[in-house]
């Protein structure tokens, strides 16, 4: 069977995939599996409820599914505090806040408005690993605590949640944004109601464009996955930089002066030298996936710090950071995870910190993200083959090392199986773009000769 939760939460199409029925059900098998730890023994003990926070971005299908969430938390003797319409790393960072015992976010992130999702945090506002989610799993639809009386829960208004989130961003700031301006996109997302608050609040002037949302317009033509209107708007209006959202506000992007973007990678490069130069850079040393560009870590063997690589995705940048208590992770689409401020990616904390970084060196954009070269990248993607004989078959092995071999230390080859479909991922970077996209089209080629089905 098809496994339920993917590599963020469970996510759908919003009343089709992801029904109020199964939001209810989920909410309950959550509820069942992580109350009954020590602390919420302790709490029982004491004779206090578990209590959990909810929050979800400004999507219209997020009202019917955080009120079936909500309802399965409190059936099943749950406090429950709605923090409303706020930023992903906001609920994370609420949960860690007030000790809650866990929480839920109701967004899809980059998604367009039709999808949601819903995420689960575990105390202290960490993701939850693959085997609590498969646990919750099973106990859909059986195994629900059915409290009675004065044992069910209460669903109350978290009433000051963003200004807590807000303070807590201001808190983290190694220097003031005054004289920068910022042109902000907001994506339509859970960050229009936070992020040009705290920008204000830090000092930068300000332009912010999508920060209307309606419940329908959430990533449309806007945000991290939009930059078109953001260069221009920052070219209009001749702004020091452009900062991008997404909808629940866990990424950050940026453009520069010039309208050049300026991606996660770059800005990993940033703050990983000016954290090594500060002295805050654990071990002096960056974790970020095997899809990072080859050249953040020429940059980072430059400036004499590590990187640590992973396997795509941010829940496994986080396993990285938080076994070795590493302070700075992420990845190239601007999931940017500072530890010792947030648990999860946090895209206006990250925007943040990248202008603060301006303003603390008086160098413009551009002149920071030249600390790294990057190379151009190119990613082709094989369907319809047996993806799972990809690193058995020694022909496409010897076609790896012919490339290998040519690009030599200017360039790099990668093949990743698809986890979830019969598709192969070719990805080569080069010096130039011509020879990057003439060996990643003929180790495509080799792949589909080889693996056809």
Do not use: W
């Amino acid at each position: 069977m098809t496994r339920l939760f993917g590599t963020d939460g469970v996510r759908g199409l919003a009343n089709r995939d992801l029904t109020a029925g199964l939001a209810l059900e989920l909410a309950q098998a959550t509820a069942a599996v992580l109350t009954t730890g020590r602390r919420a023994e302790q709490r029982r003990e004491s004779g206090r409820r578990p209590v959990a926070v909810v929050a979800r971005d400004p999507r219209v299908s997020g009202e019917f599914i955080i009120a079936a969430v909500s309802a399965g938390l409190a059936s099943s003797g749950v406090d429950v505090l709605d923090a409303g319409v706020i930023p992903t790393p906001a609920a994370a960072f609420l949960i860690s806040d007030i000790g809650a015992d866990f929480g839920v976010m109701i967004s899809a992130s980059h998604n367009p408005a039709p999808d949601n999702g819903i995420k689960i945090f575990a105390f202290g506002g960490t993701k939850l690993p693959d085997d609590v989610e498969d646990r919750i799993e099973s106990f859909i639809g059986h195994d629900t605590l059915m409290p009675i009386g004065g044992d069910v829960g209460r669903i109350r208004r978290f009433a000051d949640a963003e200004d807590r989130y807000v303070v807590h961003l201001l808190t983290t700031l190694p220097h003031r944004l005054d004289g920068l301006h910022v042109v902000l996109d907001c994506a339509h997302g859970a960050a229009a109601g936070v992020s040009p608050q705290v920008f204000t609040d830090a000092g930068a002037r300000l332009t912010v464009i999508g920060a209307d949302p309606d419940g329908l317009n959430i990533n449309d033509g806007v945000g991290s996955t939009h930059l078109d209107n953001l260069a221009r708007a920052v070219l209009e209006h001749g702004a020091d930089i452009g900062i991008a959202h997404d909808g629940d506000a866990d990424r950050c992007l940026a453009v520069d002066r010039d309208g050049n973007i300026v991606d996660g990678d770059q800005i990993m490069a940033i703050l990983a030298v000016s954290m090594a130069e500060r002295g805050v850079l654990k071990d002096r040393t960056l974790v970020a996936t095997v899809m990072s560009n080859l050249g953040l870590r020429k940059a980072m063997a430059a400036n004499d710090i590590t990187v640590v690589q992973t396997k795509v995705g941010d829940r496994y940048v986080l396993e990285e950071l938080n076994k070795h208590g590493f302070s700075l992770g992420g990845e190239q689409s601007g999931h940017v995870i500072m530890t010792k401020f947030a648990t999860t990616g946090d895209g206006i904390l990250t925007g943040l910190h990248l202008v603060a970084e301006m303003a603390r060196t008086g160098k413009t954009l551009a002149e920071l993200a030249s600390v790294m070269k990057v190379y151009p990248q190119i990613l082709v993607n094989v369907r319809g083959v047996d993806h799972r004989a990809l690193h058995s078959d020694t022909v496409i092995a010897e076609a790896i090392v012919a490339a290998e071999t040519e690009l030599g230390d200017t360039g790099r080859v990668l093949l990743r199986p698809s986890g979830t479909e019969p598709m192969v991922r070719v990805m080569v970077e080069a010096a130039d773009q011509p020879t990057a996209d003439r060996l990643a089209h003929q180790l495509a080629d080799v792949v589909r000769e080889r693996l056809a089905n």
